[in-house]
């Protein structure tokens, strides 16, 4: 045990480790390269008896688990979307850390509750969303679109299904585009994945709001209550955005809860230009973003936004005698806005990210990225074979090999798939898929905190030359 | 925006004040002194526009955030269940921060997921649970609470739940001194409060098995299904241990799911000599602890136990095209085990406490706060008009101020939460409260990582002060 009067002296070879990891990242394979089980084979199958030393645990810490380690604050980490961090974010987890306070109450860290309470209008305002809305820290989006739909329900029934159980009927609806959480929100909260209906969508994979309304309607002609829909900002497979104000003017028809899960493109809501995407604002009950995605705030960070802040309260709270305290009703208790009862100092590194960047610092940042992807997405359709899958949009473009005169789907697929084995096998970068109306598409996202154009660069090198060999 | 460059410079300020704190953490009020607001108020209402020097943002920290801050780390804090760390588990977390991965699948990351494959195997072993238990890390108890009744809600419905909605039949049983996460559970995962029946406990407020049994019997008979048992090894109010083999037995007996909730005592389980505690373990089929609570692992980090994973598995798993791997299904993809897909690497901290404490230290550790407490209640028993509410057990004592001849209930109530404030309002100690049976006691939890006798002599000094003011 390393008693509190030794940090500092020790601390050396943890920042020493953490500094030389910061600034030569480049040099690992950004996708780990190990297989199943090599990194569960070298740990030793029991605990020591005795004490191990830092230094010990630091050398194991470089040589067995950092090998098996995929690198997301990798410049070339271009995959899923971005977690990425900062130096900023780093330096407030490492003063959550020490502080080690658990924020389930006000009580239990009043600067927490009200550090979180300025962050989320701070945030709430800079993005743009009406003053109405109030926010709460959430681990992530699957949790926060959790809470959104167990308000829904509890919404639509009255606050009894909270008492009595869930009744068959409720449903829920969002396009085939939307992320898997709502599919696994709504059987976590027992409204039933059969009752999870998904809309039609158009060219661009956009929810479209004629057929919710057809489907709504058919629905409650069937004997079913409509609860819920889910509009996406920016969807996984291909950043789509639905149609916010019109889908926002259907549920105030039906009587509908509307979430809106922006978790990724929520950040680009900082730069005027993307205003439009939260047009209809005013219609929507709930709304997720992650700055743990894109906005240089370590994992995990996730916003959720609430109009009215009393019906999420009436769905989760609970009080038991060893939870009563006199601050109770003046102060927010944010344990009562979500799932657990524990709670970490998250909105601490909200603030040393958006002090020490700045609003101009992150939209500086994004329009970096975004430039890039531009740059990206105009070499990347040079390349022979190459094609878009869809229109850039933000800092995200998506392509696939396509050879002329090749028209077998199933073949196409099978050449991608080969195309991103290739890249990131490589090492180089790491990049993920998605099909598009059964094409096999690869996704590529700009999106680390210090990319550069040399980054790019390399990536359509590697890319370009990864084709060259699948044409062979 | 700090360059990765400048992160070993920028560190040192950083570090100093961490070192600063840990070591002068008893100069400050243990419980925050702050009116609701006050933080609050100091912080500006708009996020700077430019760039704010890290210089300024820590000055700020030691200002404006720490006088806001009750310090979970302070010795003296002896409030809720502690939520400890230790200096390794700092360093983890510094790592952690500083490698930003985002742990969702085994892909991206294999050594976060064997690691915590690992750890999972270490602290089963270590805490003596049948090899055939496969764990994973979850952000809270109540979380992992959630889980194990969403798996209990899919078996006992043939996992028609997930698809169709909850039925208003099913019933889950816990004793009424079970942690309110339960309740909380039970409305989230659609089962319904109702449905949550409240079981006697005999005079050590353990469950009563044999009322649980009467009690099963007769709502079969009125046509409910049971569903799920919850039993508490160290229960949040007073420490009791609910007799897990006979609920076992009778769980077996019925189809019903029996869950465990040892968040705070299953920490104990590393000593041979509370084994006792989970006689019958055969029979539980999952059981939750956490090494955030009393094992020097910082929040959060919940340690969740399940017997057949396929049954959890199958509860919570989704798959969409975006998260399709090669090395799906001969790996841990461990956002199928629980309700976040996006997770933190978690194992690294059990990792860094697990070897630099050693098992001999940890026990170590826990051995000196039971004798701690042993202490404590020896000398607190002694001073007039306090009585122990409850025999003391582990590192907890329950006592209340009950002067000879005052029989009046509700005036003995106001007296002990008077004893309350006036101990907390100094600012040298935090204890918090709960009720026995309509008394209102105070609860003493000595379970602070550095924690000393002068730290406990203080407190028994300050306990009988403000008790003896009361007496005046």
């Not at 950004?30 to 070298?42: L, T």
């Not at 601050?327 to 806005?337: C, F, I, M, Q, T």
Request: glycine fraction near 8%; charge should be negative; hydrophobic fraction near 40%.
């Amino acid at each position: 045990m390393i008693a509190p009067g030794d940090f500092k002296k020790n601390s050396d070879v943890v920042i020493d480790w953490i500094d030389h990891y910061l600034n030569h990242i480049t040099e690992f394979p950004v996708k780990s390269q190990v297989m199943p089980g090599e990194v569960y084979r070298k740990i030793p199958e029991r605990p020591p008896r005795d004490p191990e030393s830092l230094e010990r645990i630091m050398k194991d810490l470089h040589e067995v688990i950092l090998p098996g380690i995929t690198h997301w604050q990798h410049p070339n980490f271009h995959a899923y979307f971005p977690a990425n961090n900062s130096v900023e974010s780093i330096f407030a987890e490492f003063v959550t850390s020490a502080i080690g306070a658990q924020c389930m109450i006000w009580d239990t860290s009043p600067a927490a509750a009200e550090l979180e309470e300025r962050m989320m209008e701070w945030l709430r305002d800079a993005i743009h969303l009406p003053p109405g809305f109030d926010g709460v820290i959430q681990d992530s989006a699957s949790s926060a679109t959790l809470v959104a739909l167990i308000t829904a329900r509890e919404v639509a029934t009255g606050f009894r299904s909270n008492e009595e159980g869930v009744p068959g009927n409720l449903r829920v609806y969002c396009s085939g585009e939307t992320h898997s959480s709502i599919e696994k929100g709504v059987g976590v909260c027992g409204i039933g994945k059969k009752n999870l209906v998904k809309v039609g969508v158009d060219e661009q994979l956009r929810m479209d709001p004629r057929l919710l309304e057809e489907q709504v309607m058919a629905d409650i002609h069937k004997g079913f209550q409509p609860c819920a829909a889910v509009g996406t900002i920016g969807t996984t497979g291909t950043l789509a955005v639905d149609p916010i104000d019109a889908i926002g003017e259907i549920c105030k028809k039906y009587h509908m809860w509307f979430h809106v899960d922006a978790a990724y493109a929520g950040t680009a809501l900082l730069l005027p230009e993307y205003r439009w995407m939260i047009e209809g604002i005013e219609k929507v009950d709930s709304f997720v973003f992650n700055p743990h995605k894109w906005m240089f705030t370590n994992f995990d960070c996730s916003v959720y936004y609430v109009k009215n802040a009393d019906l999420l309260i009436s769905a989760f709270e609970v009080l038991p005698e060893y939870l009563k305290t006199k601050s109770r009703g003046s102060v927010n208790d944010y344990r009562d806005w979500g799932v657990p009862l524990g709670r970490r100092f998250r909105a601490l590194k909200l603030w040393f990210v958006l002090r020490g960047f700045g609003i101009s610092g992150i939209e500086e940042r994004l329009r970096t990225h975004i430039g890039l992807n531009r740059y990206f997405s105009d070499e990347i359709r040079k390349i022979p074979g190459i094609i878009l899958a869809m229109e850039p949009f933000l800092n995200f473009t998506i392509f696939r090999l396509h050879p002329s005169g090749v028209k077998d789907q199933e073949l196409l697929n099978r050449l991608n798939e080969k195309l991103l084995e290739e890249i990131n096998g490589r090492g180089k970068l790491f990049l993920t898929h998605t099909k598009i109306r059964g094409a096999y598409s690869l996704r590529m996202v700009i999106g680390q905190t210090y990319v550069e154009q040399r980054h790019i660069d390399l990536a359509i090198n590697e890319i370009s030359s990864a084709a060259e060999n699948l044409a062979i």
